[in-house]
């Protein structure tokens, strides 16, 4: 039986909005180290995100593909 792993872009793409508003918060108060901190969370999930969803294409595509030689 194969076991696929579930990739999900949800809870990074969350983490990614919270980071966002937390540094908008951070600069309001011109806390400006800490926003930076903030910032560079929010890139991290970011990037998180963008590879759940280019994994989730590339499993669109690879179903397809298996669909069509049948």
Known sequence: MKIEAVVDYSYPMMMT????????NHLLNHDYDDAIEQL??????????????KHMKEQSHALRKQAEAV
């Open 17 to 24: 909005e919270k980071a966002l508003k937390e540094a908008h």
């Open 40 to 53: 560079l969370v929010a890139i991290a999930e970011a990037k998180l995100t963008l590879n759940s969803v």
